[in-house]
């Protein structure tokens, strides 16, 4: 296991920013996929955002298209989220998830490894 450490949430009003930071422990960083979920209260966790391992490659759902940015120091074992334009319908805890592959994947199911979670609330 990979133990993932998320930061960065917080309170922001609606069309304001957050970046959010995802630390993982290992040597191979690399060779992991990364994404982003997040899960609002009496809703499913839903896939948010991914990056391949290289960090060539990325994958956003519709809603955070033109919003949000997904990237990734794998020098510093590390992956972000950028959120601009924040809307309240963003507002949920966002998870930070790894697999043990550098190729994308869209569903919580074929994720490894997962942090705790962060909260993301947005103030209309």
């Known amino acids: 296991q990979v133990q993932l450490v998320e930061s960065g949430g917080g309170l922001v009003q609606a069309g304001g920013s957050l970046r959010l930071s995802c630390a993982a422990s290992g040597r191979t960083f690399s060779n992991y996929a990364m994404g982003w979920f997040r899960q609002a209260p009496g809703k499913e966790r839903e896939f948010v955002a991914g990056i391949s391992g290289s960090g060539v490659s990325t994958y956003l759902t519709d809603s955070v298209k033109g919003r949000f940015t997904i990237s990734r120091d794998n020098n510093k074992n590390t992956v972000y989220l950028q959120m601009n334009s924040l809307k309240p319908e963003d507002t949920a805890l966002y998870y930070c998830?790894?697999?043990?592959?550098?190729?994308?994947?869209?569903?919580?199911?074929?994720?490894?490894?997962w942090g705790q979670g962060t909260q993301v609330t947005v103030s209309s």
């Open positions: 998830a790894l697999r043990f592959s550098r190729l994308i994947r869209h569903t919580k199911e074929e994720y490894d490894d």
